[in-house]
């Protein structure tokens, strides 16, 4: 961004240094809102531009006449006084000289402004803060005039402000994409004198400091381009290539600052701050984002406070915005309700029945309805899809898929369910259903798989039988606003505890599970119990009430435990009975919030049977 600026600021310095005769000197006007580094790269170019000068003369002035003192000040760089008037202008000007000015009149000054200019061998005097003049005053009016006088004092002025169009110093404009170039309407001048006022307009180019964007290639290599410059100026210890520019660092940045440079660097300033303080000495390891307020899954879950405002930016009622997220589905699905009370509490992890480390998905939702826009944006993401118990498609009678068919990974993957529910969210050119997992053959970090997942099932999925179709179209009517809350709650809450059980004494119920699906589940308990024979003392790390991520697994474990919900309660016991005895004690940690949940939302039925059953065989 401030290539644009330098680039011009350096033309207009070097091109009127070297002009002789006695013309005015165009000049140049830097704009920008707040905190974008508009002083900052103006007084960069500047001070090469300088050193530039001074070297060419062996720092000497090829003016200055013979037996007098070698002044040599090739830049002034002067601030606009708060209240702006010609005479304290002038002595804002003679102060960076030092120059006597005390109890000299208008005239004098002004005088007195053009000799030390001419004595110091000026060629550039730059003017911050110059939108004080807000033009609505006698005074400004006069120090405006000033400023076109000093302009033909032979010294290129350089204009320095925030929203110069919106000021009054030039009249409101429009950017010309042809010419590159502001351009100024016709003046009311014209029509009462037959002239336009261009002593303000046509003198100055006027150019703007934007924030850094990222949606189009080249603006997203200058904000890493920005960073490596950035990184290369860290003084840690531990410093190494890559702490701000790889990985999903630039996204995060750019998100937490907006693009703004000033917000940019004080947060990396801070973050190397802490790092420093705590010893680690690199900006690795989450010094940047240890302090970031919320997760995806954060808003997910409710919008909480910020509901109304997300409401009014995208001109829904605050009902319609609700339900984009879980919170319509609190009172029917207990997890919801843990998982928001949760966020209260310093790292909190999410309930393992609300979200999955990745995304489940249907290709054929995704490829859209033929609308114009869907056959534009792809098909809806539906929220459900991110709940454990979605595993069909009823639309289209298919298994729901979780894997990417190009890098062969879980789509949407996060180490850690529901940090994030859209992976490199600012990454530009990718279609909706494309994948964002970044391959791992592939060294740039900004090159990501990119493969389309709205095509035909890779691998192709089993076929769907009628019960689990019954089993999903009673799960998604319990989840709908009719569904009584109480019941719904209960149902939910005993089938996770019965496919809990189930799950940590497979195989002794498998005889009650589907017998024509594939054996997903057997494959995703062996995987969990090599990973426990494995981690030697570590085995309360494995967890037997979170549900498996493949949706036929999904699918394998509930409906089993949907078969133990109807039995009647002689045969439910006998089940019990035979499963128990080869479970995990009733204290170890791989129960995880099971017999908690029983006691606070099962239903009393299921309840007093469970915990006769625990209390016999554990």
Sequence with gaps: MSLKVSRLVNRRLRNNALKTRPSTRAGAMVTGWGYQGKTETVCEVAAAFEDAWLALHDHLNPNT?????????????????????????CQAILNFFGAENRRLTLPQLIRQVADSLDDHGTQ???????????????DDQDTLDLIRVLMSMNVTL??????????????????????????????????????????????????????????????IAAFHDHLAGLEDSLRLLKAEPGMLTSGTMPEYLMRRTDGVVGLLERLVEDGCQEAMDSGKETARGGILTSRRPYTGGQYLLDLGEHLNTFAHAMRLTTEEASRLTFAPDADRYPPITASIHARTRRNYLYDAWVFTKFTRYCPHCLAGNGSAIQQRHGGPWKIRWLLPIS?????????????????????HSSERAGSRFLPMPAHSGLHPAQC????????????????????????????????LRRLQSQINDLLSPCADPTQASRYFSDLRVMATVLQAT?????????????????????????????????????????????????????????????????????????????????????????????????????????????????
């Excluded at 006449?65 to 209240?83: E, F, I, K, M």
């Excluded at 289209?396 to 894997?403: A, I, P, S, V």
């Excluded at 740039?444 to 990119?450: E, T």
């Excluded at 691998?459 to 019960?467: D, K, L």
Aim: aromatic letters at 4%; one cysteine or more; glycine letters at 6%.
């Design 391 to 411: 595993f069909l498609c009823l639309e289209h009678g298919k298994f729901l898929q979780d894997t990417c068919p190009g890098c062969q990974r879980p789509v």
């Design 436 to 467: 964002r997992n970044q391959r791992p053959e592939i060294t740039s970090d900004r090159l990501l798989c990119g493969t389309r997942i709205d095509v035909e099932e890779n691998p192709p999925q089993p076929g769907v039988t009628t019960p």
């Design 506 to 618: 497979w195989p002794l119920g498998k005889d009650l599970t589907p017998a024509d699906l594939p054996d997903a589940l057997d494959l995703h308990v062996d995987q969990l119990r090599q990973r426990q024979g494995t981690r030697g003392d570590h085995v309360e790390r494995v967890r037997w009430d979170a549900p498996p991520p493949s949706a036929v697994a999904s699918a394998t474990l509930l409906a089993g435990a949907d078969t133990l919900l109807t039995m009647n309660t002689t045969a439910r016991q006998d089940a019990l009975h035979t499963m128990l005895p080869s479970a995990p004690a009733k204290g170890s940690k791989q129960w995880g919030g099971t017999w908690t949940h029983l006691r606070q939302h099962a239903s009393p039925h299921l309840r007093d049977e469970v915990e006769t059953a625990v209390a016999n065989y554990l």
């Design 158 to 219: 350089v204009l320095v402000g925030v929203d110069i169009l919106g000021s009054g110093l030039l009249r409101q404009g429009h950017w010309d994409a042809t010419t590159r170039q502001w351009v100024m309407p016709p003046s009311p001048h014209t029509r009462v004198h037959g002239l336009e006022a261009t002593q303000t307009e046509r003198r100055f180019d006027l150019v703007e400091l934007d924030r850094f964007r990222y949606t189009t290639p080249d603006q």
């Design 65 to 89: 006449v013979d037996g007098v003192r070698d002044l040599r000040a090739p830049v002034a760089y002067v601030q606009t006084p708060v209240t702006a008037k010609p005479k304290g202008t």
């Design 124 to 138: 550039a005097l730059i003017l911050d803060d110059i939108t004080r003049l807000r033009m609505h005053r006698a």
